[in-house]
């Protein structure tokens, strides 16, 4: 790939002494450059101190692995499992990114056997709990699914789903989107409902297509930009974040938008984890 996320120096970009790992993992095929390297071409555009944290993020290092195309689902699971044990294993805290929300499958797969009692927080606009589509269980629409048999599964933003669905999911885990619009506590009990130790998944599609339109299924309704970051900070300070997968971004988009908010997404999220206790006063 041989980009270094948002431009910065080389030296906070090496593999061994970054806090942070980027691992993109591709599963539908693109031609026309639009795919998941868009994004760190995006990243380029933006400034490195965060008005927020009163921070720049990029000194704890963020190191980009080359990019992977993997057509055959199984496969592509069984990478994301391999990528997430190696780099928790080594102390890194690592961002999966996927036009495919199968790639969670592995992801938490690996983040179960080293989290005990390991929480994962969905946001999107599917609940992805089908058992198995056509015999297969790697899925998109399978993507939960083992999550929420073997984690403490919470689903935010939920407003599209199949009867099938409702036999699995559980009501008293999951903030529906129509019912989240009039609940002013709903971050507050998301946030309880977690364990300590969270894997975020954060599917582009639980975000409402006006600020996130580079999805393959747009579906009016989710998280707009801020209350998103409202969230996120209130998991971060909270809570123990050890990774997060960004899935669902489409690779047949030339949208500039939607790349551009996953690159400052992602450089909110290392501030998030690494500076929130640099909190400016003048910003509260």
Partial sequence: ???NFAGIPEEFTKKETSKVVIVPLEHQNNTNQTGL?????????????????????????????????IEAP?????????????????NKFPIILSDAPLVSIGAIKAFNEH????????????????????????????????ASQTTNLIQVGIRDIAKIETTVLNTEKTFFANEMISDDYWIE???????????????LEGLDPSIAPGVDNPIH?????YETLEFLKTIFTDKN??????VG?????????????????????IAYKFNLNKSSDFLE
């Fill in 241 to 246: 974040v050890v990774g997060i997968n960004i």
């Fill in 115 to 146: 989290f005990e009692n390991l929480s994962v927080l969905h946001i999107d606009a599917k609940a992805r709990l089908y058992k198995q589509v056509n015999d297969e269980k790697v899925h998109n629409q399978c993507a939960m699914y083992h």
């Fill in 37 to 69: 390297s868009t994004i760190f071409t995006q990243s380029s555009l933006q400034e490195l101190y965060d008005i927020e944290t009163d921070s720049e993020p990029y000194l704890h290092g963020i190191h980009i692995t080359e990019k992977q195309h």
């Fill in 189 to 203: 009990n998301a946030t309880e409902s977690l364990t300590n130790d969270v894997v975020i998944v954060l599917n």
């Fill in 221 to 225: 309704g989710g998280l707009l930009w």
């Fill in 249 to 269: 971004i489409s690779t047949h988009t030339s949208d500039q938008i939607t790349h551009a908010l996953v690159s400052r997404l992602i450089y909110k999220i």
């Fill in 1 to 3: 790939m041989n980009i």
């Fill in 74 to 90: 199984e496969q592509l699971s069984e990478q994301a499992y391999n990528d997430v044990k190696k780099y928790i294993l080594t």
